[in-house]
């Protein structure tokens, strides 16, 4: 099995709860929370770990809370390279209000890293032999550099493995700007590259054949949400639909389509199969409470049914 490494700049504790409903000025019973390690390499490797592959997780941990969140991802069985920061890992809640059925999601402020801290954290990867895949994904914290996804992006092409970033705003640009394998952006993340607020069906398909032209990254993936994803590459452009499921949270269901993508593809299955699965792994997630990401159970009952259709027919174009 090839090497899978994640890279998260921002992880945190993800505590979720419900109520049976949202009243302002009042104290609300919640249920007993859960607390899962979170952030989006780490969701990443979790979800590969799902899947039945393996990855490293490489990311920074500070103070009591970062003392938890390493223990909870030792409980997972998530292979580690900690780089110990001086600031508290960060926490996040997630609470469902029962009486709507509305997930609420609170995200506290990125801990914020040092220049020492981010720095060990390209050493480490640019240390590791063999490297097959290296999956960046989430935001990043005050005191990260907005263009360490290319200084990634240089590391990964001196050690031949392939770059996946899953990112927003300044530093998915700078990302682009140097190239990569793959882009995952969803469709307000597409437009910004764009230079554009919104962006259409032929919007999508002039922006994603443009990036791939100018060398920003050899494929795309472009996630729709609920109504799938496309794949771009030089020679494809295929719009993948999952079928209806009941939707009980969407946290991680990005990540869980990054998870899926890298398990195929690590496992030599083509990019197109590798898609299919990836939009099977996202819809998956979403039939699971909370941040539980995708099961493989169910991932692979609905990639069969994940339908392929050209996406200039799809959205005559």
Known sequence: MEKIITLTFSPCIDKSTSVKGLVPEKKLSCTSPVLEPGGGGINVARALKKLGSEAIAVFPSGGYTGQF????????GISSRIIDSVNETR???IVLDEST????????PGTTLNDTEW???LEVIAGEKEVAYIIASGSLP???PKDIYAQLARIAKQQNAKLVVDTS????????EEGVFLLKPNLSELASLAGKTEIDNAGIYEAARKLISAGGCEAMLVSMGASGAVLFTKDIATLFTPPPVKRLSTVGAGDSMVA?????????INIEDAAAY??????AATMNHGTQLCNKKDADNLFPQIHRIPFNKAVNL
């Open 169 to 176: 705003g300044e530093a998915l640009k700078h990302a682009s």
């Open 91 to 93: 926490e996040n809640i």
């Open 142 to 144: 005050p005191g990260v």
């Open 278 to 283: 990836a939009v099977a792994c996202g819809s």
């Open 119 to 121: 720095k060990k954290c």
């Open 101 to 108: 059925n509305n997930q609420y999601r609170f995200g506290m």
């Open 69 to 76: 969140f390493n223990h909870l991802l030792e409980k997972e």
């Open 260 to 268: 899926g993508m890298v398990c195929y593809l690590s496992r030599q």
